[in-house]
């Protein structure tokens, strides 16, 4: 029987698989010469500047090389599966060069102005004062006092730690701050 005269062109379905299957070079240059191109008219027209979307190109149909394996006609053609995988590096790269973008002048940026000695003094008599205060309290509020502000826990979470309800706990917290603030001589 001759040889047709006419032998129809793989489909790059088929080329993807005989990449996969037998890692054809001749396949796989056909699979580049086609979707190389458009991939990078793609790239280009999501954002991506021309250097970068040559870059990305490359890294797409490398990858098309090294799984092709997994390509399943099945669930996508091959058009889809490669601009898949072409959108799935762009959004990568996004992400990785992803700058905030800040003002210096924010006040949340700006260093805390070094304190004076003095000021170190007070904050140091504050703090052993409050400590003197925490230690007339009854042992029930100091101790949730100590749960609540030192070990930063909620009053739902003290309140199951500690096996009393929520309201109990809510109203010696308050108990607690009222004394503190009479002691401290604080009437706000």
Request: proline residues 7%; negative net charge; aromatic residues 8%.
């Amino acid at each position: 029987m001759p040889e047709p005269l006419f032998r129809p062109s793989p489909s790059f379905e088929e080329l993807i698989v005989a990449v996969g299957a037998r890692q054809d070079r001749s396949a796989f240059a056909a699979l580049f010469a086609h979707f190389a191109p458009r991939v990078k008219a793609y790239l280009v027209r999501t954002g991506s500047d021309v250097s970068g979307a040559d870059e990305l190109t490359q890294e797409v149909m490398l990858l098309v090389w090294r799984k092709a394996e997994r390509y399943d006609p099945a669930q996508a053609n091959a058009a889809t599966w490669i601009f898949t995988i072409a959108r799935n590096k762009r959004i990568d790269k996004f992400r990785r060069e992803r700058h905030l973008d800040f003002d210096p002048e924010d006040p949340s940026l700006v260093p805390e102005p070094e304190q004076l000695p003095d000021h170190g003094i007070e904050a140091a008599q504050e703090a052993r004062k409050l400590g003197e205060a925490i230690t007339t309290l009854p042992e029930e509020q100091a101790s949730l006092l100590k749960l609540a502000f030192y070990e930063g826990k909620s009053h739902s979470v003290i309140a199951a730690e500690v096996g009393l309800p929520l309201g109990t706990v809510k109203s010696r917290l308050r108990l607690a701050l009222a004394r503190l603030r009479t002691y401290l001589g604080d009437e706000r």
